[in-house]
Structure formats: structure tokens, C-alpha cells
């Protein structure tokens, strides 16, 4: 089943302890992409990456760290989590920029 | 993102009834896409529109693309319990900077009453 698949769903954690959330597409997409989700503001990119090793900026990438050594992955790295990034993160992939397959979501409490 | 505006925010319609939504860019757009969300869960991608004056129709739903290619609207025809969820509104702009990039409006909020 072709899928993008999100870890963890949920997680409740504390101001600056590094987290990932994981990304992983059976599909074969060139494209990846993180975005977050906030009430009122609708989806806002992160980051994006066009292939393996090619990541790019999107509207809100301050706090955000990626990295994509396979084409299947491409994890989403907080290295010191704040408060203001509590909201619900999804993974898109794609073989272009616009059909894309979402994940699930990860709702991310950083308290 | 404030370069896409969706309205209305939310609208509750009684089943069997239409409804509309929009969404208007600042910008001409390269391709518009069309996505709905159940509450928090992820997206299905429902349409794509490109070409001015484009209209599409998939089932009891109808999109449209207006010709100078800034402006879509979604329509419901005869709705359904199954229709309630949040649609949201994609593009992609005619912009050199804009390459790889989706932005999303804010999303409408449809509530489907019996």
C-alpha cells in the first residue's frame, strides 16, 4: 500500500531536548516536504527537498534542521524545541510539487 | 499563507443543500489544487487546476479556475454528511522563487447538519 508514514503520532515533551520526527514514503517520490499546521494560518512549508541530498527553505524554517541521505526519508530535526513550535507537523511526498501524499500528522507538545 | 485567502472560514450547510468556498491569490498562479482534511488527520488531494477558465468535477464536486488565473472556487452540489471536513486551497505561483514551493490558505470549515 503506498503510504507516508509519520513518527511518533504524539509526543509531549520539554523545552530544548532534541527531537525527530521520522518520514518515510514507499512510493519512490523525488519530492518530500514538512509542514506545520496552526489554527487560523493553514499549512505552512518548513522545509522541502527535490532529492536525495538537495533540502531547500520554505515560509518558516527557523528552529527546523533536515536531512535527506535516502529517498525515502526525510526526518525533521529540532534541535532545542520551543514552546511556539507546538502544532501538528505533517510529511508530504510526491513526483512533482503538487499531488501530494500526506502522513498522518505528529501533534508535538513542547511544553 | 496571506499571498492565499480562503473564504468563508467555516460554514455549516444542512445536508442536501449546496455550498461554495474561494480562494483568491495575489498572484497568478501556476496551478491551484484543491485538498480536503478530516479534523486532524491528513490530506487528500481532491483536484488540480491549471488552465484559465479550467472546470473540473469529480462526483457531487466542482472546481473552477477563473481566467486570469488568480481566483478558484470549490463547489458541493447536494450535500452529504461525508462532505463535512476542512477543505483547503493549494498553489503554486508564476514566480521564479515560488519553484518546489506549495502554499496553503487557511482552510474553510464545512459542518454538514442533518
Known amino acids: 500500500e503506498a503510504q507516508v508514514t509519520q513518527n511518533p503520532r504524539y509526543l509531549i515533551t520539554v523545552t530544548g531536548k532534541k527531537l525527530t520526527v521520522t518520514c518515510s514514503q514507499n512510493?519512490?517520490?523525488?519530492?518530500m516536504s514538512w509542514y506545520r499546521q496552526d489554527p487560523g494560518l493553514g499549512l505552512r512549508q518548513i522545509y522541502y527537498s527535490m532529492n536525495v541530498e538537495v533540502t531547500d527553505k520554505g515560509d518558516v524554517p527557523e528552529g527546523y534542521k533536515v536531512s535527506r541521505k535516502e529517498k525515502r526519508n526525510f526526518p525533521l530535526i529540532l534541535e532545542s524545541p520551543s514552546p511556539n513550535q507546538t502544532s501538528l507537523y505533517f510529511c508530504?511526498?510526491?513526483?512533482?510539487?503538487?499531488?501530494?501524499?500526506f502522513g498522518d500528522g505528529t501533534r508535538l507538545s513542547i511544553l | 499563507s496571506q499571498e492565499l485567502e480562503q473564504s468563508p472560514q467555516s460554514l455549516i450547510v444542512q445536508e442536501g443543500k449546496n455550498l461554495t468556498i474561494n480562494c483568491t491569490s495575489s498572484k497568478t498562479l501556476y496551478g491551484l489544487y484543491w485538498y480536503k482534511q478530516k479534523y486532524g488527520e491528513g490530506l487528500i488531494f481532491l483536484m488540480m487546476?491549471?488552465?484559465?477558465?479550467e472546470e473540473k468535477s469529480h462526483e457531487k464536486i466542482t472546481a473552477k479556475l477563473d481566467e486570469k488565473k488568480q481566483q478558484s472556487s470549490l463547489h458541493i452540489t447536494a450535500s452529504q454528511p461525508s462532505h463535512a471536513g476542512i477543505y483547503l486551497c493549494g498553489a503554486e505561483f508564476m514566480t521564479t522563487d515560488s519553484w518546489g514551493k506549495l502554499q496553503f490558505g487557511a482552510g474553510t470549515q464545512v459542518v454538514v447538519t442533518p
Open positions: 512510493m519512490n517520490h523525488e519530492y
Open positions: 508530504a511526498s510526491s513526483t512533482g510539487t503538487a499531488f501530494l501524499h
Open positions: 487546476l491549471q488552465k484559465g477558465g
